[in-house]
């Protein structure tokens, strides 16, 4: 490569990464800050976030406690840190599972059609004429309530959503001519599913998915404040407002300072989600 | 449009059966005799037997379905352990409150987002379009039950305007203790209803017949209102219809922030003291509200856009 040349992908490289959208910027580093907080945060502080401190109950905002005291005398800004990784890790696992059982099965059911497709999408109608959270909550209440259990409802309920997109994706994409292209060289339809057809409807499940994220995490944290998710002592930010609201009068800060984590980390990931559909777009009109 | 509407209801058989097949199947999740799961910390000699025959469990599956649905159709839901109150007459007491809360929050929804549809969509990429998709991104990252507590400490303690909670007795009544719940559950759709009403009005304000009244001389004022709004309208109306899913799932954890005795409000109670049949009950009820809502906005669009009914014969 001549020195021209790499100058040239340098700058078209720029060029690429001054085009993207300021949303996508702004939320992938505030997602960037978010996770190192989660991950790195627990090993700096290496103190309980459970144990009780009662003489140092209900103290306000202050240098020795940035955010103030909960009514156990817990620091309120390291229950925080530590709930960074508990939350998270609901918008993952909330996510990931329904994403690989709603994009194997609408896959499939967009593939091949018949009687798959027909169960699939009828099954799909069923689940989707529940509103999802009051579906999520019954299957929590019969599971009886826990993480665990919500991720198992969350997935019950939360497939058919990557199902009928991938499905539809699916039904447009495999009229492609490189589809026939596969065909006619005699891949095998497995082959041809997961390396021609997956790459390219990914991307729409993947903004769907920062969307979902966020509403997962919405969605979990409203489980723990209701008691059906996270539970107490359990650092989670629901479950701290949850703990907080009987002293809101006295301690406002032991309900805010969750409350705005949590918009917090939703912003950060609804910009990116706001941003990668912007790059999709422009993908898609090139 | 009798027949478009008689198509439409046999559609729902299909969905009405499977809502139904759910509904049933949901206390078979766990392993082991259903009757003992579901009576749990309730559990008598007596209940369990009653319970036994109540369900059919020495029955076939499918049997017991067709008894289950022989129940329901006939209005029977079964006994509430907790209340042990016939579950029927619980969810209707309960319903009014949340019937009234989703339409507060529908109403509030609409008169916010319909002006800034049209503001945005008449001033693309101005200011004003980018707050409306800011606002969108910042709207659906609040978790309501949050805002919900905020509002309270805000507009009930610190400035006691509202009550801190409860229903009322008198219609005013509702409006004044339903006010901080359904504008906090209007918030959560509004950025929703927003970004879709936005898109639809930008298609209207495209459409030729705007063109035609404009080259008509009609003023600019008379053209937005008679030709473009009111063609907006009915899409702005399907989207509410669409998002009642989201309008209902606010509404259950919107009742327990504010105390409202509605439905929301009963299954976290009931959930908390596993009262199985009400859990069902309840559910079944969300699940009928969205199908109806849908029928409903299917209907609405019939009578109003003489085109649909056009095209359906």
Known sequence: ????????????????????????????????????????????????????????????????????????GRDVLVRIIYGASTDLQIGLFCVVPPMIIGATLGGLAGFYGG?????????????????????????????????????????IVGWTAYARLIRGEVLVAKQADYVNAARVLGYRDGRILLRHLLPNVAGQALVFATSDFVLDILLGSSLGFLGLGARAPAPEWGVMIADGRNFITQAAWTTAFPGLAIVIVALAFSLLGDGLADVLRVEDRR | MLTFLARRFALLVPVAIGVTLIVFLLVRLIPGDPAVNMLGIHQTPALLAQLHAQMGLDHSLPEQYLIFMGRVLQGDLGTSYFYGQSVISLVSDRLPPTLFLL????????????????????????????VVRFTFIFGIS?????????????????????????????????????????????????????????????????????????????PPRTVLLRHGVRNALLPAITVLGVNIG????????????????????????????????????????????????????????????????????
Request: neutral net charge.
């Open chain 1, 1 to 72: 490569m001549t020195g021209a040349s790499v100058a040239r992908a340098r700058s078209s490289l720029w060029l690429t990464f001054r085009d993207l959208p300021s949303s996508l910027t702004v939320g992938l580093i505030l997602v960037g800050l978010i996770v190192l907080v989660a991950l790195v945060g627990p090993i700096l502080l290496s103190t309980d976030p459970t144990a009780l401190h009662l003489e140092d109950a209900l103290l306000p905002p202050s240098t020795a406690h940035f955010l103030g005291t909960d009514n156990f």
């Open chain 1, 115 to 155: 009687w798959l497709d027909i169960i699939l999408m009828r099954l799909a109608d069923v689940v989707v004429a529940f509103p999802f959270f009051v579906l999520v909550i019954a299957i929590v209440a019969v599971l009886g309530p826990g993480l665990t259990n919500m991720y198992i409802a969350v997935a």
């Open chain 2, 103 to 130: 339409t507060y929050a529908s109403v509030l929804t609409t008169i916010v987002a319909f002006p800034a549809a049209i503001l945005a969509a008449l001033r693309r990429n101005s200011v004003w379009d980018q």
């Open chain 2, 142 to 218: 609040l978790p309501a039950y949050w805002l919900g507590i905020i509002f309270i400490l805000a507009f009930a303690i610190a400035l006691p305007i509202f009550p801190v909670a409860g229903y009322g007795i008198t219609f005013l009544d509702h409006l004044r203790y339903l006010f901080l719940p359904a504008a906090t559950i209007a918030l959560g759709v509004i950025p929703l209803v927003l970004r879709a009403m936005r898109a639809s009005l930008i298609d209207v304000l495209r459409a030729d017949y705007m063109d035609t009244a404009r080259a008509k001389g009609l």
């Open chain 2, 246 to 313: 989201w309008l209902i799932g606010g509404t259950v954890i919107i009742e327990n922030v504010f105390a409202i005795p509605g439905l929301g409000q009963l299954m976290i109670f009931s959930v908390s003291n596993r009262d199985y049949p009400t859990i069902q009950a309840v559910t079944l009820v969300f699940a009928v509200l969205v199908v109806l809502v849908n029928l409903a906005t299917d209907a609405l669009y019939l009578i109003l856009d003489p085109r649909v009914r056009g095209s359906v014969r």
